[in-house]
C-alpha cells in the first residue's frame, strides 16, 4: 500500500508560481501529477519515473518542472509562468511498475487527496 499527501497548493496571480509537493509512504516506481478542471476529465500533467525519465504534457512544457527528492520520497511540481487554465484540482498518483503511458491515469493505482490550484487574471 502506498499512500501519497499533497501540500502546496494556494491562489496565485497568473505569471505567478507555485510548488507542489507529494510525500509518498511505500515503493513506487513513477509518480505523477494530474489535474482536473470543473466539468473537465482529469488529465496529466507530469510524470518522473525511476530512471528519472520525465514525460510533460504539451500545455505545461517549457513552464512546470517535475522532480523528486528520493531521499525524502517526494514528488515536486515546480508551477511558473501560470496561467488562469492551470486553476485546478492537482492530484499526485504513483505505481510501482513501468508504463509506456505515464500521462494516462488508468496507469495509477494511488492517488492522493488533492490540492487546490487557482490562477486569477
Known amino acids: 500500500q502506498v499512500q501519497l499527501v499533497e501540500s502546496g497548493g494556494g491562489s496565485v496571480p497568473a505569471g505567478g508560481s507555485l510548488t507542489l509537493s507529494c510525500a509518498a509512504s511505500?515503493?513506487?516506481?513513477?509518480m505523477a501529477w494530474f489535474r482536473q478542471a470543473p466539468g473537465k476529465e482529469r488529465e496529466g500533467v507530469a510524470a518522473?519515473?525511476?530512471?528519472?525519465?520525465?514525460t510533460y504534457a504539451d500545455s505545461v512544457k517549457g513552464r512546470f518542472t517535475i522532480s523528486k527528492d528520493n531521499a525524502k520520497n517526494t514528488l515536486y511540481l515546480q508551477m511558473d509562468s501560470l496561467k488562469r487554465e492551470d486553476t485546478a484540482m492537482y492530484y499526485c498518483?504513483?505505481?510501482?511498475?513501468?508504463?509506456?503511458?505515464?500521462?494516462?491515469?488508468?496507469?495509477?493505482?494511488?492517488w492522493g487527496q488533492g490540492t487546490q490550484v487557482t490562477v486569477s487574471s
Open positions: 518522473f519515473d525511476f530512471n528519472k525519465r520525465t
Open positions: 498518483a504513483s505505481r510501482r511498475i513501468p508504463t509506456p503511458y505515464p500521462l494516462r491515469s488508468s496507469e495509477y493505482t494511488y
Open positions: 511505500g515503493v513506487t516506481y513513477t
